[in-house]
């Protein structure tokens, strides 16, 4: 068993793997991001702080983690708990809040995260989904720029 595979299975249970977004709420959230801190520490060595400067190191966690090969399907969990990280920073500095994704815009589309973020009303983003774009498709869902278009979004909100 790689490294990786044990110390997911260590941080986030062993055995047959459940799905990864069931029981997930709004309040669970903040347990996750910290979850993604113990991660990053235990893996890279990392140390994750919420700031804006430390959407960066994830952003190269997650390659590192594109380039070995992974996929959503195998880090699904992880993936998870680094969406929560990236919306903690979003949240604890926007002053937002997460709701239920069934109860917003992203209630319509199957496979979505659990929870989002509303960041105006009636106007909602995933920073979960993101993180498995990321993943995904590369470099092109960068998520310090992300954060800079979502901030752009907040700002031509409030007007």
Request: net charge negative; proline share 5%; glycine share 6%.
């Given at each position: 068993?790689s490294?990786?595979?044990?110390?997911?299975?260590?941080?986030?249970?062993?055995?047959?793997?459940?799905?990864?977004?069931?029981?997930?709420?709004?309040?669970?959230?903040?347990?996750?991001?910290?979850?993604f801190?113990?991660?990053?520490?235990s893996?890279?060595?990392?140390?994750?702080?919420?700031?804006?400067?430390s959407?960066?190191?994830v952003?190269?966690v997650?390659?590192?983690?594109r380039?070995?090969?992974?996929?959503?399907?195998?880090?699904?969990?992880?993936?998870?708990?680094?969406?929560?990280?990236?919306?903690?920073?979003?949240?604890?500095?926007?002053?937002?809040?997460?709701?239920?994704?069934?109860?917003?815009?992203?209630?319509?589309?199957?496979g979505?995260?659990?929870?989002?973020?509303?960041?105006?009303?009636?106007?909602?983003?995933?920073?979960?989904?993101?993180?498995?774009?990321r993943?995904?498709?590369?470099k092109e869902?960068?998520?310090?720029?992300y954060?800079?278009?979502l901030?752009?979004?907040?700002?031509?909100?409030?007007?």
């Open positions: 068993m490294l990786l595979r044990r110390l997911i299975n260590r941080l986030f249970g062993v055995g047959r793997k459940p799905d990864a977004n069931k029981g997930i709420t709004p309040e669970l959230a903040p347990e996750l991001a910290q979850r801190v113990d991660f990053t520490k893996i890279e060595g990392i140390e994750l702080d919420y700031s804006i400067d959407l960066e190191r952003d190269e997650i390659e590192k983690m380039r070995e090969g992974h996929t959503v399907n195998d880090l699904d969990r992880v993936l998870l708990v680094a969406g929560c990280y990236i919306g903690e920073i979003i949240t604890r500095r926007h002053k937002l809040r997460w709701v239920k994704a069934e109860e917003s815009s992203y209630a319509e589309l199957p979505s995260a659990p929870i989002v973020i509303e960041y105006a009303a009636g106007n909602y983003t995933s920073p979960i989904d993101k993180v498995m774009k993943l995904e498709n590369g869902d960068y998520l310090p720029f954060y800079q278009v901030c752009k979004l907040m700002k031509e909100t409030e007007t």
